[in-house]
C-alpha cells in the first residue's frame, strides 16, 4: 500500500465522474481540493459524511475548497447518490481502484470480527500547488466539515 504524508505532491487522477466524464486531478491546480475517500454509497456513514459536505457546502467554497469525494462505485450509483441527497459536487468513479491504490486508501479493515479488504475512509486536504497540505484519517462522518474548516 502506498503511504502518503502531508508535504507530498498528490498522486495524479485521471478518472471519471458520476456522468463518465473524465476528471483530472490536474483541473484543480490553482485551487485548493477536499478530496475525500468513503467505503459506498447509500451507506449510513458515508451518507452522513457527503451530507454534511453538502450543508456546509457554501462555507466550503467561501474558504476556496473544491470538493471530491471517491470510492470505487460505479458512475451509475455515484449518480444515484448525488441526485438522492441533492449533492453538489462531483464523485470520483474508481471502479479499478488505481485512485485508491494510489492514495493508499485501499487495504485491510476489520468489522464485527472479520477482516477484509475495502476503503479506509481517508481525507486529503490539497493545496493549490497540488501538495498535500492534511491527511485526516480518523474522520467525523456528522461532523466532517469541522476538521477541514476548524471554527
Same mark, same amino acid.
Request: hydrophobic share 30%; charged share 25%; proline share 4%.
Given at each position: 500500500?502506498?503511504?502518503?504524508? *502531508? $508535504?507530498?505532491?498528490? #498522486?495524479?487522477?485521471?478518472?471519471?465522474?458520476?456522468?463518465?466524464?473524465? %476528471?483530472? !486531478?490536474?483541473?484543480?491546480?490553482?485551487?485548493?481540493?477536499?478530496?475525500?475517500?468513503? #467505503? =459506498?454509497?447509500?451507506?449510513? $456513514?458515508?451518507?452522513?459524511?457527503?451530507?454534511? !459536505?453538502?450543508?456546509?457546502?457554501?462555507?466550503?467554497?467561501?474558504? $476556496?475548497?473544491?470538493?471530491?469525494?471517491?470510492?470505487?462505485?460505479?458512475?451509475?450509483? @455515484?449518480? =444515484?447518490?448525488?441526485?438522492?441527497?441533492?449533492? #453538489?459536487?462531483?464523485? %470520483?468513479?474508481?471502479?479499478?481502484?488505481?485512485?485508491?491504490?494510489?492514495?493508499?486508501?485501499?487495504?485491510? &479493515?476489520?468489522?464485527? $470480527? &472479520?477482516?477484509?479488504?475495502? %476503503?479506509?475512509? +481517508? +481525507?486529503? *486536504?490539497?493545496?493549490?500547488?497540488?501538495?498535500?497540505?492534511?491527511? %485526516? +484519517? =480518523?474522520?467525523? +462522518?456528522?461532523? @466532517?466539515?469541522?476538521? *477541514?474548516?476548524?471554527?
Amino acid at each position: 500500500m502506498n503511504k502518503l504524508s *502531508i $508535504g507530498d505532491k498528490a #498522486p495524479s487522477i485521471n478518472s471519471i465522474d458520476q456522468n463518465g466524464e473524465k %476528471i483530472s !486531478l490536474d483541473n484543480f491546480l490553482g485551487k485548493k481540493v477536499v478530496l475525500y475517500f468513503y #467505503p =459506498k454509497d447509500m451507506t449510513p $456513514g458515508c451518507t452522513a459524511q457527503s451530507c454534511n !459536505l453538502r450543508d456546509n457546502y457554501e462555507n466550503l467554497l467561501n474558504s $476556496g475548497y473544491v470538493i471530491l469525494g471517491c470510492s470505487a462505485d460505479s458512475p451509475q450509483k @455515484h449518480k =444515484k447518490f448525488i441526485e438522492k441527497y441533492d449533492l #453538489p459536487f462531483n464523485l %470520483i468513479s474508481d471502479e479499478n481502484k488505481v485512485v485508491l491504490n494510489d492514495y493508499g486508501v485501499w487495504g485491510l &479493515k476489520k468489522f464485527m $470480527g &472479520k477482516e477484509y479488504e475495502g %476503503i479506509i475512509r +481517508t +481525507t486529503f *486536504i490539497i493545496n493549490e500547488q497540488g501538495i498535500i497540505d492534511d491527511i %485526516i +484519517t =480518523k474522520v467525523k +462522518t456528522k461532523d @466532517h466539515t469541522s476538521q *477541514i474548516i476548524p471554527s
